[in-house]
């Protein structure tokens, strides 16, 4: 496994990270759950994402368990605030005061730890002032709640007001968490270029576009048994990529995996990771032996060439408009 540190700070995170979205909690079973947690370790991946929203706060529990009796300080958990969870009241959600400092809480009794080492804005609130939720993200760091603050899927913009008031505040913002693969690139244009100005790094998720990057979904045929687009709090997300157009395209990029001696899936993470302001692309898995093939895209480099001829196979497929990131 190779280290990335996180923005400007002086965290380092593993190139590839878990995450459990979708999986724990809801789709896998618990102990098939710690296994790949378990299998994770083994691999030499140190950083694990979260959500309380994620399985309704199930997820985080489940990890919680699956870490149990892991050295604390060998490991980096990950976990967010801003969508409902709980019964739906006027403050169960969003990015006020009142929301993240009892979020915070929760996710910690959940996670069964006294801090989390990035506590991240799970969307940006247009309802709520920004100086209140970087106040809160403020006062949870000097509890020492947690370590640094991060973001998901806040545009340019977004991210570059929210870096002016957590440098006022001293609040350390080293974080974006997108959606970023070979086939959905918003981030690129003006994401990225914010993030690197303000010491920002990108924690990317879906690199394997939710499973179409390896070639499983064929053209012209109904989706695997089992797979992302059959589950039902998958399948919003995956529905975007299932044109036939895509999906013949995808096919076209088995003989470059194939020359580069990698599998289309550890072709599609190794891909985000030749970006420089990526840190860690998250991986998601149902099996411990998917986590063991996709953490050998770890420390590969692509040759430019290759890099290439992928941009012309996917040429008139790829998303690379930063309208595209938009929170509620």
Not at 89 to 101: E, S, V, W, Y
Not at 102 to 121: C, F, I, K, M, P
Request: glycine share 8%.
């Amino acid at each position: 496994m190779e280290f990335r540190r996180l923005g400007r700070s002086g965290l380092s995170v593993s190139e590839i990270s878990y995450g459990n979205w979708i999986t724990h909690g809801s789709q896998v079973e618990e102990d098939r759950a710690k296994a790949c947690v378990h299998a994770a370790l083994d691999e030499g991946i140190t950083t694990f994402d979260t959500a309380d929203v994620y399985a309704n706060t199930a997820a985080e529990s489940v990890l919680g368990r699956a870490l149990a009796g892991q050295r604390r300080e060998s490991v980096e958990i990950f976990t967010k605030v801003f969508w409902p969870t709980g019964p739906g009241g006027p403050n169960d959600k969003g990015l006020g005061r009142k929301h993240i400092m009892e979020s915070a809480n929760a996710s910690l009794r959940r996670l069964g730890t006294d801090y989390v080492d990035l506590y991240q804005a799970h969307r940006f609130d247009r309802t709520v002032p920004l100086e209140e939720t970087f106040l809160a993200f403020s006062d949870l760091v000097r509890q020492g709640k947690v370590l640094y603050v991060g973001v998901s899927e806040w545009n340019a913009e977004q991210i570059a007001r929210g870096a002016a008031i957590a440098r006022e505040l001293n609040v350390p913002l080293i974080s974006n968490q997108p959606q970023y693969s070979m086939l959905w690139r918003v981030i690129e244009s003006q994401v990225v270029p914010t993030s690197e100005r303000e010491g920002i790094s990108q924690i990317v998720w879906s690199p394997i576009a939710q499973g179409v990057l390896t070639g499983k979904y064929l053209p012209g045929q109904p989706a695997p048994e089992g797979s992302r687009a059959t589950d039902e709090n998958g399948r919003n997300f995956v529905s975007r990529f299932l044109r036939d157009d895509l999906l013949e395209k995808v096919q076209q990029l088995k003989p470059l995996a194939q020359e580069a001696g990698l599998s289309m899936a550890q072709l599609a993470v190794a891909w985000v990771l030749q970006n420089p302001n990526v840190a860690s692309a998250i991986i998601g898995a149902t099996r411990p032996e998917q986590v063991s093939e996709n953490v050998k895209a770890a420390g590969v480099k692509l040759e430019p060439e290759l890099l290439e001829r992928i941009d012309k196979v996917l040429e008139g497929v790829v998303q690379d408009d930063p309208r595209l990131t938009v929170s509620p």
